[in-house]
């Protein structure tokens, strides 16, 4: 479907050694559950020096400052992750300026300026109710429209409200090509809507398929960063701090695919958040986070979730990191067909 605007993998060799056991992790299931460390390191004192973030004010590494002699619990999830989309850019409004400029350099609008502003002075309000000790984080795309809307967000926000930025390639535009020939670039989109959204790759380009490998990449990333305390200064414990994605539509609509395991039809749905628009992933009663802390049903309805879909938020909103939702594991009939086929007929 059409994207529309949304707001607001003979004989056996003789055996060397016991290969290490390989412990598969799934995002948002064991994020905040402490890790068991295993034969890849070699003593607290190695993992101190590969996480220097675990290491107290004023302590050598693995010292008796360290978070890890200490047993502290974790560090506070992050309150929110706020998925961004850059206001207008010059290629919203003339596709012709694919053409002349390479797509990194494409740049926001006038009315992009005034969209990010916005957006920053929305976000303010947004994380400023949380308390007096509230910080924002972000990672932005490289591409300049997406930078440019990092700085009209960041006009809200004094510089002790900015715990940091971080410049993530992996969170950039789908890639359509080099310079884009514009009648050939119809062609191609028209192709795409009969070939799949999610699976056709644009000559010299990306399909959404790929941009869902590298996005996989980056929700490592963040996931580590977040158990690590990453966004924490050395000593602090805020539990207000809050973490801003500043990227492109198709990349944010990809993130939350693969943050919740939604299927490639269910991406499908989706729609495109508007220039300066914002979607809001915020931690329930049990510490998960759930677009429906935030967003109501109806507007996630209007984004493209399905009655199952708001029901997993439903179940995100209260369920605790490293728990399981079985009831939408398989995403029920979408793939088993027969079960419904049986009621049907009996």
């Not at 801003?244 to 539509?249: D, N, Q, T």
Request: some cysteine; overall charge positive; aromatic content about 10%.
């Amino acid at each position: 479907m059409a994207a529309t605007r949304w707001p607001p993998a003979t004989s056996p060799a003789p055996p060397l050694r016991r290969r290490a056991r390989v412990v598969v992790r799934c995002c948002e299931d064991t994020l905040g559950v402490p890790r068991r460390r295993r034969g890849a390191y070699h003593g607290e004192d190695d993992q101190a020096q590969r996480f220097p973030e675990f290491i107290g004010p004023g302590a050598a590494y693995g010292g008796a400052g360290s978070y890890l002699h200490r047993q502290q619990p974790p560090p506070p999830r992050p309150r929110r992750i706020v998925l961004v989309r850059h206001g207008e850019s010059e290629g919203n409004v003339d596709e012709g300026a694919y053409t002349r400029v390479p797509d990194p350099r494409i740049g926001l609008t006038p009315q992009g300026w005034h969209d990010a502003e916005d957006c920053g002075q929305w976000l303010r309000r947004l994380v400023s109710g949380d308390g007096d000790d509230w910080k924002v984080y972000f990672y932005v795309s490289p591409y300049r429209r997406t930078l440019e809307t990092l700085r009209g967000l960041g006009r809200a926000f004094e510089a002790h409200r900015i715990a940091g930025v971080r410049e993530e390639p992996r969170l950039r535009e789908q890639d359509f090509g080099n310079f884009q020939d514009r009648e050939k670039m119809r062609v191609e989109k028209e192709i795409r809507q009969r070939y799949g959204r999610f699976f056709y790759r644009f000559p010299n380009g990306e399909s959404a398929a790929d941009v869902y490998d590298r996005i996989t990449g980056f929700r490592e990333t963040l996931r580590a960063d977040i158990d690590i305390g990453r966004f924490q200064p050395p000593g602090e414990r805020n539990p207000d701090m809050n973490v801003v994605l500043v990227s492109h539509g198709l990349t944010l609509r990809v993130f939350l695919m693969r943050w919740y395991k939604w299927t490639v039809s269910q991406f499908e749905g989706l729609s495109n958040l508007a220039n300066g628009g914002a979607i809001v992933m915020q931690t329930g009663a049990g510490g998960r986070y759930s677009l429906l802390v935030h967003h109501s049903a109806d507007q996630l309805r209007e984004f493209g979730l399905t009655d199952d879909m708001i029901q997993d938020q439903m179940w995100q909103k209260a369920a605790k990191p490293g728990e399981l939702n079985y009831n939408f594991i398989t995403n029920g009939p979408s793939f088993f067909t027969h079960f419904t086929d049986h009621q049907h007929h009996s």
